[in-house]
């Protein structure tokens, strides 16, 4: 199973962008998708998740400046971002919860987002 996570790059504050993860691979099904941050010196911290059923949890630092999003036919997720401020910056990992023989955690490569002027 292979995530590949795509859409990073340098915005300015208040600006957007669009981060997509697709997941390919023999695989039964996928339950959980989402995605990870880690910022320079800092732990690796939750951003959003969403569920087979659609049901999403967000961080509060995110909550209304970001959505969650998923294709189930496609196997990818989405991650809207609005609003963005510096401390958005960070490497973005794309991760999914992946049920094949046992279910297994999957991340992606990462993808970099800086938010500055």
């Known amino acids: 199973v292979q995530l590949q996570a795509s859409g990073g790059g340098l915005v300015q504050p208040g600006g957007s962008l669009r981060l997509s993860c697709a997941a390919s691979?023999?695989?039964?099904?996928?339950?959980?998708m989402g995605w990870y941050r880690q910022a320079p010196g800092k732990q690796r911290e939750l951003v959003a998740s969403?569920?087979?059923?659609?049901?999403?949890n967000y961080a509060d630092s995110v909550k209304g400046r970001f959505t969650v999003s998923r294709d189930n036919v496609g196997n990818t997720v989405y991650l809207q971002m609005n609003s963005l401020k510096p401390e958005d910056t960070a490497v973005y990992y794309c991760?999914?919860?992946?049920?094949?023989?046992?279910?297994?955690?999957?991340w992606g490569q990462g993808t970099l987002v800086t938010v500055s002027s």
């Open positions: 991760n999914a919860d992946v049920q094949r023989q046992f279910l297994t955690t999957y």
């Open positions: 691979g023999s695989f039964v099904s996928i339950n959980s």
């Open positions: 969403i569920t087979s059923g659609g049901s999403t």
